[in-house]
C-alpha cells in the first residue's frame, strides 16, 4: 500500500471489488492447469532444506508453472496454496509431491445460510443494534475532534449525518430483532492526540468499515430474504458514505498535520489489512442471517488490499 493510493472513490472501489469476486466467488482454475509437479532432491539437498526449517522442502515447489497458470487466470498470491507431502528415498534424498491449489477448492459457497433458530437471528440483529447504538457516539466524538482539528465545516456536518444514520440504523436492527432501540452510550471526553486520532481514522474507518461496507453488500446479495436484503443494503449504502468521510480526512490530516500524520496513517493502514487477512479466513457459519464461507471472506479482502495498492 502506498500513499499514493490512500485517497480512493470508496464507492469505485467497493463496485471493483465486488465485480472482481464475480458474484463473491473465487475465479475458476483453468481446464489446462499444469499437474502437481514432483520435485527429487538429493541426499544432500533433502538434508539442508530440513536443517533450514520445518517448511523449507515444500517452498521448493513455490514458482512452478501450475502456481503460474493460477496467477494468469486470476488469483492472487494470497490465495494460492502450496503444501507437499514428502517420500525418503533409499539413498537418503526424497521425492516431494507438490500440492499447488487455491483457497478456494472447497468449492463455492451456498447462496445463503441454511435457516437458523429465529432465536439465533433475533440475537444478532440485537448485537448489530447495540453495534449502531455505539456508532451514534462514536461519530458524536468525531465531530468534536474534527473541531478540534480546525477541520473544514463540511467535514463536521458530515460527521453530524453520519450520526443520524446511526440512529437509523440501530432502530432498523432493533426492528429486525423485535427488541427496543438501545440507548446510545455515553460520551466520555478524553485528552485529544492527534496523532492517535489519525491512526484510528486510518485504520477503524478508511480499512475496517470500508471492508466492512464490502462484506454487509456481499452478504445482501445471498440473502434469501427480501427484507433481510433490503436491510442489509440499506445499512451498507450509507456505511458507504461514512467509510468515504474517512479517506476524505485521512487526506485532509496528512496534509495538515504534515509528515508525521503521513506516516502514521499509512503503518496505521498496513497493520490494519494485515488483521484484515487474518480475520477474513475464520469460520462465520452462524454470523447473522447471511453468513459468507472462509474462502470467500479471504477472496473479498486480499482483492480489496490489491485494489487498495494499484
Known sequence: M?????HPSVRALVGSVLSLCSACACPSSPDDLPANPTITLSAEEYESARQTSSEAVCERCN???????????????????????????ADGGATVECHVGTQCDAGRAPRALAASPRSSLEGWWANMALREAEAITAFDELALELAALGAPAAFIERARAAREDEVRHAELC??????AVPPAPRLTLTPFDPMRFVELNAAEGCIRETFAVIDTLARASRASDARTREVLRTIAMD???HAQLSWDIDAWARRHLGPPARSTSLAAKRRATRQLVARAGRNEAHDGPV??????????AYRFIHRLAA
Do not use: H
Request: glycine share 8%; with cysteine; net charge negative.
Open 291 to 300: 453468513a459468507l464461507a472462509p474462502q470467500v471472506r479471504r477472496a473479498l
Open 2 to 6: 502506498t500513499s499514493n493510493a490512500a
Open 174 to 179: 432493533a426492528s429486525m430483532a423485535s427488541v
Open 239 to 241: 456505511e458507504l458514505q
Open 63 to 89: 514458482g512452478g508453472s501450475r502456481e503460474a497458470a493460477l496467477r494468469e487466470a486470476g488469483f492472487f498470491a494470497g490465495e494460492i496454496t502450496v503444501d507437499c507431502s514428502v517420500s525418503e528415498n
